[in-house]
């Protein structure tokens, strides 16, 4: 996993829950560079969603061209990314600890992702069950 936000466009593998996670890192282009990286989620993958889906390559490309970084990763048990579908539960966590990823290399404060309205809500579940109760 790299330790810091790569400089350049490629594709990398980050430990995930339930193993390797399979990850594409694109950067816009460095006069257009803005602060802000996006997460953005495939479709479902039991339908055939994976980060190499049109729509998800359409929408990275959309927000390069806008000054954004953009991270892609397939889910659990998709491409090269290791484990199995888990009815959306482990996928929240993929997207947990890809989250975490760019929070910790980009030391970023805050972190928006796209995603399902599945998938965001068990990242939120997730999420929520790992803090501290005040």
Known sequence: MPAHFPDVAGRHALAGPAGRIEVAVDRPEPEL??????IICHPHPLQGGS???????MLARTLQE????????????????EGSYDEGQGEGADLVAVADWVR???RATR???????????SASRTRASSMPRR
């Open 66 to 81: 806008s000054g954004l970084a953009t991270v892609r990763f397939n889910f659990r048990g998709v491409g090269e990314s």
């Open 111 to 121: 972190c928006g992702w796209r995603a399902s309205r599945s998938a965001a809500t």
């Open 104 to 106: 910790q290399a980009h």
């Open 33 to 38: 560079a803005r602060r802000g990286t996006a």
């Open 51 to 57: 980060m190499s889906n049109k729509v998800v390559t």
